[in-house]
């Protein structure tokens, strides 16, 4: 991997205020590795994902977010903001990234979930 | 610690409301399940075919001993596992072979009790009734080595067994003490059909017979049957099939008051607070089970009790029967004989076997009785459980709901006979096949499992009733149900009609205030229901800020078509399909500016530019505006399009100006949020080039004025629409077609158009409302103006130029 990359896997990244993501709602920061959506839950909480359905590719931010799930407006996929999965019978997975705030701030880290969750619980 | 909950019967019902509960409420309780049989759980419906051979008892399982421990249950199954005595006092239930469990919550679903006729001989061997697989086991052994078998009881369970040992070789006579066969689902004439195509399968009957004893000989095996004739037929097996009662001996036992069942309340608890009973063994308001469909509701609202959710009554439904023999096709719901206040619509075909009947009082189905051709039975069943008049398609209800006429599935009707390749979902490619293994593969019961499992009727539904038939004819006769989806979603209970009133009534403005005032499961609703109630918000409060574009599909919320690579779709709105060489020049423009891929003409007189970049939107939209273009709503549950004929201005046949007449109803009704898309036409003449019959709302000039057509539909199901009225001035037109808007928007259903709305609450309703009552359609037509006052804002210009959303179209940052 090229040591640039690598850099810009291995730590949080400001992407923007909280305020900038409506409640129910989602914004899109664009990466290296392809549109990743912010989303923000009824209870205020964020989550990352890939901007991209398991299924045919939908653009998951812009779903209707409900609970903390989001139904991909392509065929209706509905897939779980904490780990990806899709729902029900359908199976597939969306990559999810840790996302955090400080102030009132949202960092971003592009190392996918496994990992990061570590060095985000410490 | 959790609470223990003890369920003594490991039958379907039993089982149903464990799953269920473990479903919303995983982790409340600590569950121990009494069963007297030696099996995990299986599907008591399938007994038939497993006698039949048809299926084999791993086939017939729903849960295995398996699925007991994953799920941390513990199951006490087997005879000794009886449970002999409960101890309501101090909560402990004991086993015959001394097992003792306490518990906090008690379910009893103890079944049914097959009835044994009290006549001599009726304890020999080889007398037995048809309840469980050691009667299947016992029917079998005999049809290995045995001849004769007679099967007391001419009705459902007892036809099945008939078959069943009929197929497996022996001589099989029916015993019935009426003339009729099933004389509880079927009157004589369709009786005699089924008594006739069972006679030419080889089954012999004995019709008003009375059994007076059964002989045995010196080992004490049954060997003959005597009627009070004198007549004795030989008998090796004798299959006591005469009814059921529901088994309340436990129940009884323990001091809990039962009439002919366990008597229980509407959430099914019975007279001790902490017992609640489910199924075969229940009487709930007078009414007694023996079907599978009331008991998965039961099961429902029972886990939902169980959970401490405290919602959701049990109301008895209308429940439809079926008969699982194969090649015999037999439907029978509701009030199938009539009285002297009610009409018969019979069809009678000896030569193809088919014999239909419907039964009507003040024009609404209350039964009907299918043999032959059972097709259309889930239509008229879903007719008379929504209560539908069918005032308007007398003539053709004993044809069928087919004769509107289905895309996509080359006009197929029945799946009987279909070979496993046949393609039964269009949008989604599945076949016949794919549907049938899933159905016995992974246990499915309802319509919605289907889907989720094999999106068979996923996608535009329109092949529900082929998958609906392949449902019944799989999972089983006895159950049945009907797409009768009354409630909004999976998040409540509540239907469309009760949110509407919820939300007037209780003045609510939003979502979240309706989710709270209706105690939705989810708070936040899902896909589903948080569109669907964002418009009854907004067709209740027009001038009210109660739209919430988060609740609304990514279309309406972006404006435009979202498309398979996640680009958009840009339609401007072409009033009445005329346009002008500078708009068409701006379009153009437009397309080069923003390299759009593809640019194509609509159906609805549109010029449609595809594959537009999300982030270019607002600045297309900018040119267009420019041009004095508006959005066309071609992505919305909205106003679409407004199709016209060239008409009496160049026209040589031309009878009115039907362009200007377009022209004008487009910019009155533009802008509409509606339950689903609308689009209308105005033909110049009656050879109607605009194709205004199969249109929402449909608009055909004749020489003395105009004529107004509603409810036709060109996609999924071709539907020809329905003749309003002949008005004689364009305002008249607009009065009308304003007030049918309304009367749409304010009782349509969320996604349903108007064709199926039209169907659902009849032409004559719409015409009392429109046509014959003045002042109700100026109401309606007033309010509809009302509404447009508000909702006729370009969505494109506020986005394009005054930034409303603009968060919308990019990105929050770029992370490089």
Redesign the interface.
């Known amino acids: 991997m090229e040591p640039e990359i690598e850099k810009i896997m291995n730590q949080w990244i400001e992407v923007g205020h909280v305020d900038d993501v409506p409640r129910l709602g989602s914004r899109v920061v664009s990466s290296p590795f392809g549109d990743i959506a912010i989303f923000k839950t009824k209870d205020n909480q964020l989550f990352a994902l890939r901007d991209k359905c398991p299924h045919k590719g939908g653009a998951l931010s812009q779903g209707i977010i409900h609970g903390h799930k989001v139904t991909c407006p392509l065929h209706n996929w509905v897939i779980s903001l904490l780990d990806g999965e899709a729902q029900g019978f359908d199976e597939g997975c969306t990559t999810t990234y840790q996302v955090k705030t400080d102030g009132s701030l949202i960092y971003l880290a592009l190392s996918e979930t496994a990992e990061a969750s570590q060095t985000a619980a410490t | 610690m959790k609470e223990k909950l003890i369920v003594v019967g490991n039958g379907m019902a039993g089982m149903r409301t464990v799953e269920e509960l473990l479903k919303i409420a995983p982790d409340k309780y600590d569950i121990t399940v009494f069963g007297e049989e030696p099996h995990g759980n299986y599907n008591r419906i399938m007994l038939s075919p497993l006698l039949s051979g048809e299926k084999t008892l791993e086939e017939i399982m729903i849960n295995d001993l398996e699925w007991y421990t994953t799920n941390n249950i513990t199951l006490h199954a087997g005879a000794e596992k009886h449970v002999a005595r409960i101890d309501r006092r101090q909560r402990f239930v004991f086993s015959e072979d001394g097992t003792k469990c306490h518990y906090d919550r008690l379910l009893l679903a103890t079944g049914s009790k097959p009835f044994i006729i009290p006549v001599p001989g009726k304890d020999l061997k080889g007398v037995i009734s048809f309840r469980d697989i050691a009667d299947v086991e016992i029917m079998l052994k005999a049809a290995k080595n045995k001849r004769n078998a007679i099967v007391i009881g001419g009705g459902l369970l007892g036809l099945e067994a008939a078959n069943g040992l009929q197929k497996r070789g022996m001589e099989v006579t029916v015993v019935h003490d009426v003339n009729i066969l099933m004389n509880r689902q079927l009157d004589t004439q369709a009786a005699d059909y089924l008594k006739n195509e069972l006679e030419h399968k080889g089954i012999h009957f004995r019709m008003d017979a009375n059994t007076s004893c059964l002989e045995g000989n010196e080992y004490g095996e049954v060997t003959a049957i005597k009627f009070d004739t004198g007549e004795t037929l030989t008998a090796d097996i004798v299959v006591m099939a005469a009814g059921i009662r529901p088994n309340t001996q436990l129940a009884e036992t323990i001091g809990l008051y039962c009439e002919r069942g366990i008597v229980v309340n509407d959430t099914l608890q019975t007279y001790d607070p902490r017992i609640y009973a489910i199924g075969e063994c229940i009487q709930h308001r007078g009414e007694v089970f023996g079907l599978v469909a009331p008991i998965w509701d039961q099961a429902k609202v029972c886990a939902n009790h169980l959970a401490g959710y405290g919602i959701g009554m049990y109301k008895s439904k209308a429940v439809s029967t079926k008969l699982k023999v194969t090649g015999v096709d037999l439907f029978s719901a509701g009030d199938f004989l009539g009285d002297n206040d009610s009409e018969k619509i019979v069809f009678q075909d000896p030569g193809r076997g088919v014999y239909k009947k419907v039964v009507l009082k003040d024009n609404k189905i209350i039964g009907s009785v299918l043999y032959g051709d059972t097709v259309d039975g889930s239509w008229y069943f879903q007719l008379m459980r929504d209560n539908t008049s069918v005032a308007d398609m007398r003539d053709k209800l004993l044809f069928g709901q087919h004769m509107v006429g289905d895309s996509g599935m080359q006009g197929l009707n029945a799946t009987a006979n279909l070979p496993d390749d046949a393609e039964i979902c269009g949008c989604n490619g599945v076949c016949k096949g794919d549907i049938v293994s899933a159905i016995s593969k992974s246990q499915l019961f309802t319509l919605d499992d289907v889907r989720?499992?094999t999106k068979a009727s996923a996608?535009c539904g329109s092949c529900t009733g082929l998958v609906e038939q392949l449902l019944q004819a799989t999972v089983g006769g006895d159950y049945n149900e009907v797409a009768s989806e009354k409630a909004v979603c999976k998040c409540t209970d509540y239907g469309h009609e009760a949110v509407r009133n919820a939300i007037k009534d209780k003045e609510l403005k939003s979502f979240h205030q309706v989710s709270d005032f209706l105690e939705f499961k989810?708070?936040?609703?899902?896909?589903v229901c948080?569109?669907a109630i964002n418009y009854y918000l907004l067709c209740a409060w027009p001038n009210e800020k109660v739209d919430d574009s988060?609740?609304?599909?990514?279309?309406e919320?972006?404006h435009a078509n979202?498309q398979?690579?996640?680009t958009y779709s840009v339609v401007p709105r072409i009033w009445g399909g005329v346009t002008t060489p500078d708009e068409l020049r701006a379009i153009a423009n437009a397309a080069d500016k923003f390299d759009v891929p593809c640019v194509k003409i609509t159906g609805g007189q549109r010029i449609d530019l595809l594959g537009v970049k999300k982030q270019d939107l607002p600045a297309i939209w900018k040119d267009l505006n420019d041009a004095g273009m508006v959005s066309g709503h071609a992505y919305g549950k909205a106003l679409r399009t407004v199709k016209t004929c060239v008409g009496s201005e160049f026209c040589r046949f031309g009878t009115q100006d039907s362009t200007k007449m377009g022209i004008e109803l487009e910019h009155m009704t533009w802008g509409s949020w509606t339950p689903a898309k609308v689009k209308f036409a105005v033909s110049g003449c009656p050879r109607n080039c605009a194709e205004a019959t199969i249109k929402d709302f449909g608009v055909v000039a004749v020489d003395s004025g105009w004529e107004l057509y509603v409810g036709g539909n060109g996609g999924i199901k071709v539907r020809v629409s329905d003749f309003l009225c002949k008005v004689s001035t364009s305002e008249e037109v607009k009065e009308y077609s304003g007030a049918f808007m309304q009367m749409y928007r304010e009782q349509g259903n969320h996604n349903e158009r108007t064709a199926p709305w039209v169907e659902r609450v009849g032409l004559s309703y719409v015409k009392s409302e429109i046509v014959d009552n003045e002042d109700q359609r100026k109401a309606y037509y007033e309010r509809f103006l009302e509404s447009q006052k508000y909702a006729q804002v370009d969505p494109w210009k506020q986005r394009a130029s005054e930034g409303v959303e603009k968060?919308q179209f990019i990105?929050?940052?770029?992370?490089?």
């Open positions: 989720a499992v996608s989810n708070p936040d609703g899902c896909h948080r569109p988060r609740s609304r599909f990514v279309n919320r972006m979202i398979k690579d996640n968060h990105p929050l940052t770029q992370v490089s």
